[in-house]
């Protein structure tokens, strides 16, 4: 009955990666793309760790390099979220409260209410990340979760109804996950 609730078209995203180091931003800026919103918990780190690693400072680097107006937008508490976003060197959105869009738009009103088809935001979750993006009309990335054993019994329900959802999509439009060449697990 899930499916109801909600339009297809907000679960399409546009893209799929294994990890955010799979994404080419060249690439994305070359589209038009001009804002990144990254989701932290299992997009960027699991819950059980705080801080960025080597890699996850270059990758910001590269971003900045790359002129893109840079934020981390998560649902969670604002010590954890500002911790990793001033590691990172980057804006933050806390207690973000996605799949709402009152979280989105306090970014984008740093940013002077840019177009929505130049935002991408990147997560891991369906109900929380593609949904709230869809809804925002920004092109949409969900990666794998990094680590699924430490989610908070919130998230579990979530991925409970992304796996319905999900299966919905699967028998009604076959070609979705060809397309995107989701793993099975999802
Ligand atoms: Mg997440």
Known sequence: ????LFKKKYFYPDDYKKTVFDINFE???????????I???NTLIPYDIHTADERTLMLFEQLHQLGFQVFIISNNKK?????FADMVKSRYVYSAQKPFKSGFRRALKKVGYPKPETVCL???QFMTDVLGGKRMDFYVIV???IKRKSEKWYTKY???????ILQRLRRTDQDFYERLKLQEKR
């Open 143 to 145: 990666v794998d979760a």
């Open 39 to 41: 989701d932290l918990d």
């Open 79 to 83: 010590d954890r979220v500002k911790l």
């Open 122 to 124: 990147i997560g891991d």
């Open 158 to 164: 979530n991925r409970h109804l992304e796996k319905q």
């Open 27 to 37: 690439d994305l800026k070359k589209i038009g793309i001009k804002n990144i919103f």
């Open 1 to 4: 009955m899930i499916e109801l």
